[in-house]
């Protein structure tokens, strides 16, 4: 299986500051043929499902605010909120989805300084 | 828009089956690629399977001996099989759908899970 592993687990800055969660995966997510990493973050609120943010490691989902965004490429991955909002406070995951089985980071609690 | 909505009996006993559905609205089941997801309560997210109506699944092999993901399209629906269930299989069962024709996909769609707890 493929290991995401994430870090910080828990994180707190302070409102309109910036929000860094890195990812890490135990093998290469990138898919040489269509240069593409297969990585994806989401953002889980208490009581709901997780939402799709980001998707081919950088690519925003319609509708994402564009203060999110993905960087990263290979087995490296990061998440940052350039300037965060009280509605940010969530539990982050990265998952990969190159290969089965689909694996999840642990997660990354990101709350108000 | 799709959506959907996990059903089933919110507590199984230890060793029996747990039994889920998912009902989709808003797309039919027969494309894209329609998993089952896991999460113990506070706990991490674990892909269980897939199923890609008329005949393609896989099942993460922590859980491949106990489960099977099956499909009735003419409810547009499909189902979550876990035999001989521990405490360690309590946890919010989410259904969700690919984005896109394609297993190599992220999760797009999501119900909004039902917690199934294994108690006698």
């Known amino acids: 299986d493929t290991v995401m592993t994430q870090s910080p687990d828990s994180l707190a800055v302070s409102l309109g500051e910036r929000a860094t969660i890195n990812c890490k995966s135990s093998q290469d997510v990138l898919y040489s043929s269509n240069n593409k990493n297969y990585l994806a973050w989401y953002q889980q609120k208490p009581g709901q499902p997780p939402k799709l943010l980001i998707s081919w490691a950088s690519t925003r989902e319609s509708g994402v605010p564009d203060r999110f965004s993905g960087s990263g490429s290979g087995t490296d991955f990061t998440l940052t909120i350039s300037s965060l909002q009280a509605e940010d406070v969530a539990v982050y995951y990265c998952q990969q989805y190159y290969r089965t089985p689909h694996t999840f980071g642990q997660g990354t609690k990101l709350e108000i300084k | 828009q799709v959506q959907l909505q996990e059903s089933g009996p919110g507590l199984v006993k230890p060793s029996e089956t747990l039994s889920l559905t998912c009902s989709v609205s808003?797309?039919?089941?027969?494309?894209?690629?329609w998993s089952w997801i896991r999460q113990p309560p506070g706990k991490g997210l674990e892909w269980i399977g897939y199923l890609y109506y008329p005949g393609n699944n896989d099942y993460n092999p922590s859980l491949k001996s106990r489960i099977t993901i099956s499909a009735d399209t003419s409810k547009n629906q499909f189902s979550l099989k876990l035999r001989s269930v521990t405490a360690a299989d309590t946890a919010v069962y989410y259904c969700?759908?690919?984005?896109?024709?394609?297993?190599?996909?992220?999760?797009?769609?999501w119900g909004q899970g039902t917690l199934v707890t294994v108690s006698s």
């Open positions: 969700a759908r690919s984005a896109g024709s394609y297993y190599d996909r992220p999760f797009d769609s």
């Open positions: 808003g797309g039919s089941i027969s494309s894209y690629y």
